[in-house]
């Protein structure tokens, strides 16, 4: 099969294991990754979610199936039966994510959660947890990827599920540069603010005052600045370390804000600098000036010293 063909096969990924050990999560991880996930759904009519060959959709996105021990029709011998017939097909590439945990484990949780076991309705959990294990030892041992969770918490085992799963349906994490004064609040939404006042205020030269952030006599001003240079470069090297590590955590949007008095002239030129620098390195960042077309900037400047 060419590399062509092989592209356009609907990936679908059958999550399943033990009761507690992390579907859930899993799930929510693999949405957020770009997946199209479904839970509790009975195997016996994947064949009719997919549809037959040649009507798929092509631009599909890659589906998560979730089902344990609870979902209707569960019969482990059956369920691996029809997905051998489906994985026979050339448009699906079909593989199974079984997660288990430890007994022990298993019972701490149920126990922190209060929630019975569906096979322990009158005996103890541990006895629920036993005959659900040899119940799901078919799918256990057919399983293309087996992660055990009995370490992990569910940050850990997002991260895991990253790892193995993420490929080219992870969406890249939008970076988002902003300009704004503090004299008209901080940003909400902002994860990481800056505060620029300390640099000299291009609003006090009467040449400067109707330019912006935007036009080189202001850039050229601020960068006169003598405490311009280290920490424009200071602040560059930390966003350069924290964006891989915020991305690595899943976090889809990180929003980087730099304010000045009035959001007109050092917060816009920093602001620019620090996407082009962003943009040199690698990522692709929106740049936004709150305050920057609005006539109360200026008020605010002239009744301000810093």
Known sequence: MSSES??????????????????????????????EAIDNFPIRLLPRLIGREGERDSGAPPLAIGFDSRTRGFAPGAIIERVKQ???????????????????????RFDETRRRHHLAHDVPVDVGISAERDLVAPLRRWADVLIDTTLFSPKELQQVIRQHFAGASQEPMTVTVLSF?????????ADLVFDMRFLDNPH??????????LDEPVGAHIQKDEGFAASFERIRDLLLDLLPRYAAQGKSYVNIAFGCT??????VFIAERMAAALREAGF???????????????????SHRQ
Not at 97 to 103: A, E, G, I, R
């Open 6 to 35: 092989l592209l356009e096969r609907q990936r679908i990924l059958l999550v399943t294991g033990m009761l507690g050990a992390g579907k859930t999560t899993a799930l929510h991880e693999l949405e957020d990754l770009g997946w």
């Open 86 to 108: 489906l994985d026979a097909r050339p448009d699906l590439e079909l593989s199974t994510l079984f997660l288990d945990c430890s007994d022990a484990e298993l019972r701490r």
């Open 181 to 189: 004064g503090f004299a008209r609040g901080v940003p909400p939404a």
């Open 204 to 213: 006090w030269d009467p040449e400067l005052r109707d330019y912006s952030g």
């Open 262 to 267: 009035g959001g007109r002239h050092r917060s």
């Open 284 to 302: 692709s960042p929106t740049v936004l000036h709150r305050n920057l077309k609005s006539r109360t900037a200026e008020l605010i400047e002239g």
